[in-house]
């Protein structure tokens, strides 16, 4: 039990730095696509949204799912020229699939402009896209190795911080400039070179870059196979609408859309915070055949993350309105139709927790393929059916149906096949109280509150507050939320015996909370 806390703890510990970064680098990739939709109209905005989700497709089939497996791999191996030649292994693969995508994009961009952008000004703006694409996948597997080492302040560096950052300064000059759409591809190409070097430069503080290499390509690309069709599916699952909208829409549309959907995803920055480190404590826990400390890691971090999430997704359930005019402005008013819609699915996959990331650090990756691919092609159907007669609205609700579609495939092979499931009786009481009690309140309220600058962060300082007094007044607190309670009080230097009082009595409780203290 102790073990299990310390694990426990040292993922919330990670998760606070990260959420952190998360937080900045969500915040900044808002931001980034804040400026492009004030500084151009809707139409060219919806351009640069179609560019970016080819930009991402074309990175995550290079990538081959080589992220995921430089990340499993290096924290099993002891000696630096294994865990070294695993980074090496990535950039084997990585590298000239992303040389070879590129070349196919530059040497297409004519093609591809015609069929899904509208204006002259597309095909350098995609010959810039794929220029950049070898820089961001090298980028990438350095991140994925810096992972590996589970050092969260350099991953919130490089990736959270310095990253999109880099992106917001340049895109605005750029654009400001006058340079139109292109303007995001010269700004992507200049950001993931410095970002490149950058990434390596701190993974060289981890581990040495130069010197004996044991390469294990065999062993990554076996494990990553599966994932190819699963990352790959799991990335067109969020890019698909945007896809499928320029093609059978108007950019106004996509513009409408992609306002919606970045808001929509920052639900997703609890999730991510918790990731990080993640797979590699679940990966090594599962080496060492220690599956329960796996099943109360999953089901502990899951409920929190819902807890935590839920705030924003009531904000921008029952006030969409106000939200996307707070961030995009009035010209894209009618985003606020889709807002809630896909908020509805970003909340679901926050809820699931790290299903597939559990699954992966089990080793079944093929069913995260099975179900990633089953997602998919739901996906693409209703897109079919729904965007040409109801457009962006459409849209989201094709990508709603599949991401529940998914992590009802994922959580349910968890359950049946490994006994992992995030629910209890507390967890329970917990995901029926909070909708049940604050949904009807906010929205009997909501006449009298207006979203703005100066109210959006009391609001959601106090939902937060009133969701914690409601999970601990239904019962939904357990003995390991102690870990949780511990780090709280540790991150913000304060001590919480209000929220203490709530925490069940028992044994398991004081082993975690010792296990979790410094010694």
Not at 203 to 225: I, K, Q
Request: proline share 5%; hydrophobic share 55%; net charge negative.
């Amino acid at each position: 039990m102790a073990d299990q806390a310390r694990e426990l703890s040292a993922l919330l510990s990670s998760a606070a730095i990260v959420m952190v970064g998360g937080i900045m680098g969500s915040a900044a990739k808002l931001a980034e696509r804040i400026v492009i939709g004030r500084l151009l109209s809707p139409d060219a905005y919806g351009e640069v949204s179609v560019g970016l989700a080819l930009l991402t497709v074309s990175v995550t089939i290079a990538l081959a799912g080589c992220t995921q497996g430089v990340s499993r791999f290096i924290p099993r191996y002891d000696s630096t020229s294994d865990r070294r030649g695993v980074w090496v292994s990535g950039l084997l693969v990585a590298i000239p699939l992303s040389v070879a995508f590129g070349t196919a994009m530059f040497l297409f961009a004519e093609t591809i402009a015609d069929r899904l952008f509208e204006t002259g000004e597309a095909v350098t703006f995609v010959r810039l896209l794929a220029v950049s694409l070898p820089f961001v996948a090298g980028f990438r597997i350095a991140v994925a190795g810096i992972r590996g080492h589970e050092n969260t302040v350099y991953r919130t560096v490089v990736r959270d911080v310095l990253d999109p950052g880099l992106r917001i300064g340049l895109i605005a000059a750029l654009l400001l400039a006058g340079f139109g759409i292109a303007a995001a591809g010269v700004a992507y190409l200049l950001a993931s070179v410095i970002a490149l070097v950058v990434a390596h430069v701190l993974l060289g503080r981890l581990m040495p870059l130069v010197g004996d290499v044991r390469t294990h390509v065999p062993e990554l690309v076996r494990f990553s196979a599966p994932l190819v069709v699963s990352t790959v599916v799991s990335i067109l699952l969020t890019r698909t609408d945007t896809l499928m909208l320029g093609y059978f829409r108007s950019s106004y549309e996509v513009g409408m859309y992609d306002a919606a959907y970045p808001i929509a995803g920052g639900l997703l920055v609890v999730l991510s915070a918790f990731g990080f480190l993640y797979l590699p404590i679940a990966s090594r826990l599962d080496a060492e055949g220690d599956r329960e400390a796996v099943d109360d890691i999953y089901a502990t971090t899951t409920k929190w993350v819902y807890v935590v999430t839920f705030p924003a997704f009531m904000l921008f359930v029952v006030f969409p309105e106000d939200v996307i005019g707070l961030f995009f402005g009035p010209e894209y008013a009618d985003a606020a139709t889709v807002l809630p819609v896909l908020a509805a699915g970003f909340f679901f996959s926050a809820a699931a927790g790290r299903d597939r990331e559990t699954l992966s650090a089990l080793g079944a990756t093929s069913w995260i393929a099975v179900g990633n691919v089953a997602a998919l092609a739901l996906n693409v159907v209703i897109n079919l059916i729904v965007i040409p007669r109801y457009g962006f609205l459409g849209a989201g609700l094709a990508s709603v149906t599949s991401l529940i579609s998914l992590h009802l495939v994922i959580c349910t092979v968890l359950a049946v096949q490994y006994g992992i499931t995030p629910f209890s009786p507390a967890a329970n009481r917990t995901y029926l109280s909070l909708p049940a009690v604050l949904l009807p309140v906010a929205y009997v309220l909501a006449p009298a509150i207006s979203i703005s600058v100066l109210t959006i962060g009391p609001f959601l300082v106090v939902a937060g507050l009133t969701s914690l007094c409601v999970v601990a007044v239904a019962g939904g607190l357990e003995a390991n939320d102690a870990v949780v309670v511990d780090v709280l009080e540790d991150t913000v230097g304060v001590s919480l015996p209000f929220v203490r009082r709530w925490l069940p009595d028992g044994e398991s409780d004081e082993a975690i909370s010792d296990a979790s203290s410094p010694n």
